[in-house]
C-alpha cells in the first residue's frame, strides 16, 4: 500500500511558458525511455524477482518513477499555461494543441503517444535487472539532451534533480544484479531461468 504525500519529489516552479520545450520535455512523460515505461516496467518486473531485497528495490523504483511523471507533468504544465494562440503556432506546440489542448498526454517528443512496447517484463531477474540498467541511462541520455536545449533555470534544477535520480536508480540496480548472480549456480546462471526453472 502506497501513501501519497501531496507535494512534489521537487519543486517545480517554472515562470516563462515555452511551448517548444514542453514539446521536447514530454518524452519523458511518453516517450520510449520515459518515466511512464520506467513506473511500469519496474513496477510489472518485481514479481518476478528472486528475493524480498529486489522486489522492494523495485517497488522503491517503481514509486519514485510515479513521482518522476508527476514532476514531469508539473514541468509540462507550468511550461504551457496561459499560452496565446501565436505562442502555440510560433512554438511548434500546434499539432500537440490540434488533439491535446494543453492537456497532459503522454507522448514521445516525436509525437508518437506512449506504447507497452517501450517496455519489458521478460520474468528473468538477470534480463530484466539488465533491461532496467539500460533503461536508466538511455533516461539519463535523454535529460542530458534536453539539459542541453534550455538556459532556464527553472527548468534546468528540476531536470537536473530528475537525471541524478537515474544515476541513483542505475546504481542500485547493479546492487540487486550483483545480489542475484551472487544467489545462483556460477556455473549455470545464463543456462536457466531462475524464477522459473527449479532444480
Known sequence: MWQYEKKLQYPVNIKEPNPALAKVIISQLGGPDGELGASLRYLNQRYAAPCREVQAMLTDVGTEELAHMEMISAILYQLT????????????????????????????????????????????PIADLNEDLAAEQKARVTYDNILRLTDDPDVRDPIKFLREREIVHYQRFGESLRLVTDMLDSKNFYAFNPSFDKK
Open 81 to 124: 499555461r496561459g499560452l496565446s494562440m501565436k505562442e502555440i503556432k510560433e512554438g511548434g506546440f500546434d499539432t500537440y494543441f490540434v488533439d491535446h489542448t494543453t492537456g497532459i498526454y503522454p507522448v514521445a517528443a516525436s509525437g508518437v503517444p506512449f506504447s507497452a512496447d517501450y517496455f519489458q517484463s521478460k520474468g528473468d
